[in-house]
Nanobody
Framework: EVRLVESGGGSVQAGGSLRLSCTAS????????VAWWRQAPGNTNDCEMV?????????YYSDSVKGRFTISQDTDKNTLYLQMNSLKPEDTAVYYC???????????????????WGQGTQVTVSL
């Protein structure tokens, strides 16, 4: 069974940094298309794909995080990362790692582009 597990979330003051990690079992991230999504507090339908690495290794960032977040993956460790700097209160959300490009509604965010999802990790940014 494929399992993704996120870690690294927590509470931080505005301007601070966090690094999220996501490890996978029974699945290889490399070449599958991976991403970090986030879900706004209290609204299960308000999700945003903040960053992704395509199957061609090209990276994507949403405008809201561009220049502040960096996505990377370590293929040897089969681990996906999201380095988040200059955090803002509006970055507060549950962050999910996701993998394998596949359109499905069976995700915490409803219809989305990835088949496998972790359980999510809370990031809270305070003033």
């Amino acid at each position: 069974e494929v399992r993704l597990v996120e870690s690294g979330g927590g509470s931080v003051q505005a301007g601070g940094s966090l690094r999220l990690s996501c490890t996978a079992s029974e699945f290889s991230f490399h070449g599958s298309g991976v991403a970090w999504w986030r879900q706004a507090p209290g609204n299960t339908n308000d999700c945003e794909m903040v960053s992704a690495i395509g199957a061609d290794d090209k990276t994507y960032y949403s405008d809201s995080v561009k220049g502040r977040f960096t996505i990377s993956q370590d293929t040897d460790k089969n681990t996906l990362y999201l380095q988040m700097n200059s955090l803002k209160p509006e970055d507060t959300a549950v962050y999910y790692c996701a993998a394998k490009l596949y359109m499905t509604e069976q995700t915490p965010c409803g219809l989305a582009l990835h088949k496998y999802w972790g359980q999510g990790t809370q990031v809270t940014v305070s003033l």
